[in-house]
């Protein structure tokens, strides 16, 4: 029997981990990930809501992420 365990906190996971990790960290990881992640393809596994995700996937030619 499966039980959906993550799906209540993804409404507001994004804003929860923020306030936890704190928005300057959030930012700071952002903005590396920017600036070292490849042009190529990228394969991210454990993305989560995709909150890292879109910081650098505008700089890849190709971005899967589950």
Known sequence: MSKDLWGPLAGTYDVDHTYVAGADLISAIQA???DTMPA???VE???GTGLYTRA???HCS???AT
């Open 40 to 42: 190529g393809n990228v």
């Open 62 to 64: 190709q971005v899967i």
């Open 45 to 47: 596994r454990g993305c």
């Open 56 to 58: 650098y996937a505008p």
């Open 32 to 34: 590396k990930l920017a």
